[in-house]
């Protein structure tokens, strides 16, 4: 009979009680392994672009100002908190941290932006020894990414080139 | 064994019509025959032996093989094989008998394959623009190789309007979409209404196409790819995600390690309980109980506390890569999992008692949205919606993938065919999924979560995955390719073929059970407009004033 | 103009600001008391005020096909329940009795609902038509329920007047009131449909047809449809419990007046139970049952007119 179910449902619902949580007046708790906004510790970082090279949005930009000094700019835009930067890693210089309210007026306010100081070996300095064979695009040696217009170049060399064009969209391996 | 019989079967039957044939495992075929021979082949497996049509695939293979491809899946449930007839087109002359007069579910999939691949199907009974924008330029084919995955074509036409059909004699046109509370996506359906009971629709859809295959193919690699797939889908971006790595490591030969396995079913599961919940929440808003509604949402949050747990977020997961999974199921969750469900299940007892004598829910949904055996066979529809309609498919059974040959479960029926029916096995389908849960969590031994892959995988290679997504069957295709990328992949969601049947459902009912019947078929909108988009504000240039969008919005359209 | 002229103006604008001041606070109960149920917190009881004030702060779009109709249908939506306000007893005796009789309380009653038809109407868009003709479908079976119940109410105590008859004259038959429990339980099952909630929000069903009816309307023209529909369910609650639940009216100003006030409450929480309880019925449904409901209305209103 309707009438019964009817009251069999109401009870469901009063049984529940009131669920609304305070937030965003309060604080909620995060479980540990939450994917929030990675975090880049230039410390520990050794320019091996392992992170550029496996991010599925390709929002790391790497561009090697001269033989000694690499730039990874993380943009943050289209990063999908995926995670993938932090796993593969080699150093753990990448932290999935636990923030997730990064809305902003200003976007560069997401970006994150290492200069590192690429010493020793000048070839080998720049190659990834990658976690598995299936690694993107096999980006090795000098990279050109345009950190001006946030933009991926698919290319890599072997030696440093004086000219950056920007209209490369065909994909060049050394 | 099966699949060996099956190519008996066919070379019994046509022999010297058969160029080649590829038989990878035990319950794949690959059959490629001579281009005039298609429709022949086509016709005699869905009809003579009864196969269900799952998906019909363009391909350009030029740089490679120099042809075309065009490949026709069907699948045999009972005998758990999923086959693929091929065939090659030269690179000329791309023109192919169309299916569609015997097989109807292929209308949508040939008419795809014209616009973004460019293979005619000769014959096709309505040969209409169904996913580029109509402005876009003709002879341009976004999936061709030749093609780049970013341009913006110069010949791009923004004025250009959509000329809809004229409506059947008496009917007036009630527009449905493509802006409506109900939907969470666009969608258009034009209703022709005659009182309040439509007579008929035309649907036109893709409005949010994003290019997602064409960038897969173009820039990313075999490992970037998940994240992507897993997006497809704003609620079931985890069969997407596990259905595209499986058909990988189909191509690849790959066999992922067994926690593996189990830790990607049971996410799976998990998937499958949100979604049912969310869906007997939104069928229930729609017929106007927004108190069930909520109830379903409350019930439904522990579920996602519980994923964001394991994996780190509460949709997507970012479960897969090639050869394994990326998280761990530790002890503690390992408990909290299972105190999760028992909690779950108590409390949708009660509701789906309460629910199933509730006489008036169920007047809103008895006979409504009718889909028998016949239209479930037609039109190739899958999911709940098939298996209330008594057809008795479910990918889980029939072409077992990661776990489920190592869990029992039930397949749930119902006979009605109609919204009430689908209610009932997706409200218990629910069990189902919290005992396969229970299965693994019992089974699962410890060891390595991802395969060490040593090689490079091999180029050329075709996989096949089908994976029981909440809403039907998901289906993958890949070709495997150089520098870690596929050469194609190809994305069949549920809600593509289901949507397919949704005009014939509509017909002859009211028009206020038209969203009850649209909402019945749990559509997923952003699962089927998966292709392509290029971003038209950066190609043309006319910049939108206030007042200019203000007039556009407020002036009368015909 | 003598005193009681006088007095009788005062107290029917005295009636029209009471309605006005009450109704979004009963809507806010309706509200509070659907979140609990749906196991949420709710907005704030007051929270219709700020609704009304911020809808009536915005800029009005004047988007449908005859803009001149649809200011008209807003003012007189708003202007014919207020009318209806001023003829109601609120606790006190009915202000305007001399004025006005029940064969007037029943038109200015449908012409409430006609404004709903002209607003639709004069929008002109296509769900806008199909949600008036589905209201003009309801209208024809539901409006006529209450008619029937002021009328045996009239037959029994055999005169038009307004005080007479909404002060529990259903049961003003010698025995036991027949005609005056069937038309209580027949408006009780129906009341749904007369204050627009579910399961009977047929024409503003918002996952259907886009709110029907209201669709062209925004800013001030969408504030006063909101507090003519707020203001409905008051004035249908308080023609209630004047016309069947009238123990306790004799009793001196503040008992008498917080007793009724408080039959009110209790009405509108029993509207709440049943919307968040329900699904919402499809036209034809909801035809089927009104007509049944106005079948058993006649067979009331025969026996009413034999005295019982």
Redesign the interface.
Known sequence: ??V???L??AL??LK?GK?TLPYPAQAQP??????GRPIFDATKCIGCAGCAN?????EILVVDLCQEVRILQYLGRRC?????CA?VCPEKAIT?SQEFENGTNAIHDLGQRLEIFMSTCQRCGRCFKEP???????MKGYRFDDVQNERWI?RSRAFLEEEKTVDD???E?D | MIAREMFEKFKARFGPLIDRADLPNDRRLFVFVDRSAVKYVCQHVFRELDARYVITIGADDRPFSGNFIVAHNFAFDKEHLLCSVLTQLPADDPKIDSITDMVPAASWAEREMRDLVGIEPVGHHYPKRLVLPDGWPEGNHPLRKDV???EVPAEFDPEREFHFDDPPEGC????FGPF???LDEPAHFRLYVEG?MVRGCEYRGFMVHRGIEKLAES???????P??AE?ICGICGCVHNVAYVQAVEEAAALKPPPRAEYIRTIMLELERLHSHLLWTGLA?????????F??SF?IR?PIM?MA??????RK?Y?LC???GV??EITPEIRGELRQTLDKLET?WR??V?????????Q??TWGVGMADKDLVKEAGLIGPVARAAGVDIDCRRDHPYAAYDRVEFDVITEHGGDVWSRLLVRMREVFESIRIIRQCLDKMEPGPL?L??????PIGRMGLSSVEAPRGESHHFVITGE??RPRRWRVRAPTYQNLQGVPRMIKDQ??????ISLGSIDPCFSCTDRLETIDLRSGTTKIWAQEELLKLT?AKKA | MDRSTIWMIVAGLLNVGLVLLVAPFFQGVLRKV?AR????QGPPVRQPYFDLLKLLGKED?E?GETPAMQRFAVYLSLATVLTVACLLPMGFAAPMNGAGDVILLIYLLTLCGICTLLAGLAAGS??SL?GI?REMMGMITLEPLFAIAIIVGALHTGSLRLDTVLNGSVYATAGVPFSGLIMLVVILMSFQGFVQR??F??SE????L?EGPLMEYSGPKLALFKYAYMAKLVIYSTLFVALFVPWGSELAFPLGWLLFWGKVFVLVLLVTLVA??????????AIRYFAGLLAIALVALVLASYGH
């Open positions: 009979m309707s019964l179910s009817k069999e449902e469901v619902c529940a669920v995060l479980p540990e392994k939450f994917r496996n991010c599925p949005a390709r999908t908190y995926c995670g993938r796993e999935m598995s064979v299936l690694e993107q695009l096999k698919y969209i065909a994909i391996l | 780049a995955w970013n007036t046109v009630v527009p409506h509370p109900t309040e820039v990313m690699g075999y490992n970037d790819i994240m992507l997006r229930c808003h729609i017929v106007g109980f927004d108190t069930l909520m109830q409350r949050e506390w964001e747990k394991i994996s780190g977020n997507t970012a890569v090639v050869g990326r998280w409390e009660s509701v008692a309460a629910v199933s004598r509730d006489r008036n829910i007047k809103r991802q060490e892959i040593k090689d490079e995988l520098n870690n009211q028009i206020a059970d038209m969203t407020r | 659907t149920i749906q196991s949420r779009i988007s296509t769900y199909v003709s579910v399961p929000d047929i069903a918002e996952t259907e886009m968040a309880t329900h699904a919402r019925y499809r036209i034809d449904q």
